[in-house]
């Protein structure tokens, strides 16, 4: 298995739309969610901080992630400009293979 994981500050007044965009039956799960390879997006609040979020994106393999991307990237591009309006920060912590 391949995650991919982000991390994320989210605009405290933009909490919730965060949270409908990226959990499992969000946006981004919708945009993926035909892909071949494509397992599911996971998203996580921290208790402690709670505009700071994590997602794990699962994957089969880097190749399969790889050609979602070549075949949606106008959509994928569009959709991160939108999340982007959301957040503070954003910074991917890496992609692992399992």
Known sequence: MYHIIWEYEVRADQVAAFERLYDSKG??????????GYLGTELYRDTARPTHFIT???????????????????????????????????????????
């Not at 949606?72 to 692992?96: C, K, M, P, V």
């Open 27 to 36: 946006a981004w799960s919708q945009l993926f969610g035909p892909a071949e």
């Open 56 to 98: 794990v994106d699962r994957w089969v393999s880097p190749e399969a992630f790889e050609a979602a991307l070549l075949t949606l990237r106008e959509s994928y591009n569009r959709l991160d400009q939108q999340a982007a309006a959301l957040t503070l920060r954003e910074l991917r912590l890496g992609a692992f293979e399992a």
